[in-house]
């Protein structure tokens, strides 16, 4: 199974439009961070984590030719609203792209989204993206990889991390609950929300990120949902060994 961080950046992305700060002016490739997302390529397809609004761009520069499934963190803007550039990858199927997510993603979807499931538009892959929407009750088996979701805290709203194996992904969140914690040892990857250094009240501090780390021990950590306030080679210095500050298109074979 391959993993590939299709975007490492907040909700602003970085550079944020019209700011002159250092990291945002900065010419280190690795400073450039699209908004959030994941690919995982299974013994069986193409998992996508998230359709950000940098979709369309991210599936180009990394030469995505297919997505099988889709599983959703949340239904935040920087996470969901690039819903619609799955239509590229719907020419040529003959069935629609399952996606998967807790009822209140799938609910957003449906309202934000509600011409894709217009009656008058099923079928019409020219016209919208034709997807099927499932609500996620537990573990399960996708492209050939086991998903297991766990409920992480973003602020007040519950979301879903995922972890395939011995890698999870856990991004846009401030508090992990034990039941879950439970579930995040013996990784050989994670991959954890660390907003910036100052505190934040629905994401993880770089410092709060290390504690989780230092006590989940997974062989190795990168953190992701990066601001603008954090430099990539400054703050990856920093950092003890075993954990990086991740970037754009860093990809990892996991078992
Ligand atoms: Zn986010
Ligand atoms: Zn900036
Ligand atoms: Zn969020």
């Known amino acids: 199974m391959k993993a590939t961080l299709l975007g490492t950046g907040t909700s602003s992305g970085v550079p944020r439009i019209a700011c002159d700060c250092a990291v945002c002016l900065s010419s280190d490739p690795r400073n450039k961070r699209l908004r959030c997302s994941l690919l995982v390529e299974?013994?069986?397809?193409?998992?996508?984590v998230d359709t950000t609004p940098d979709l369309r761009l991210q599936s180009l520069r990394q030469g995505l030719r297919r997505v099988d499934a889709v599983l959703f963190t949340h239904p935040?803007?920087?996470?969901?609203?690039?819903?619609d550039e799955l239509r590229s990858f719907c020419f040529g199927r003959s069935?629609?792209?399952?996606?998967?997510?807790?009822?209140?993603?799938?609910?957003?979807i449906r309202h934000v989204f509600?011409?894709?499931?217009?009656p008058v538009y099923q079928g019409m892959t020219e016209s919208v993206p034709q997807l099927s929407l499932n609500s996620i009750a537990g573990p399960f088996e996708l492209c050939g990889c086991p998903v297991e979701p766990l409920t992480v805290h973003h602020g007040r709203l519950p979301i879903l991390a995922y972890r395939f194996g011995s890698f999870a992904y856990v991004t846009d969140c401030n508090a992990i609950p034990p039941a879950s914690l439970g579930r995040l040892r013996g990784?050989?990857?994670?991959?954890?929300?660390?907003?910036?250094?100052?505190?934040?009240?629905?994401?993880?501090?770089?410092?709060?990120?290390?504690?989780?780390?230092?006590?989940l021990r997974p062989r190795r950590a990168y953190l992701t949902h990066i601001a603008h306030d954090l430099d990539?080679?400054?703050?990856?210095?920093?950092?003890?060994?075993?954990?990086e500050l991740a970037y754009d298109g860093l990809s990892f074979e996991v078992a």
């Open 42 to 48: 299974g013994s069986g397809g193409n998992i996508l």
């Open 76 to 83: 935040h803007v920087d996470h969901l609203y690039g819903l």
């Open 95 to 108: 069935a629609p792209i399952p996606c998967y997510g807790d009822e209140g993603t799938l609910g957003r």
């Open 114 to 118: 509600d011409y894709a499931f217009k």
């Open 187 to 215: 990784l050989e990857v994670l991959v954890l929300d660390a907003l910036r250094h100052n505190n934040h009240p629905t994401h993880f501090t770089v410092a709060q990120a290390l504690e989780v780390v230092a006590e």
């Open 232 to 243: 990539h080679e400054k703050t990856n210095a920093a950092l003890p060994a075993g954990v």
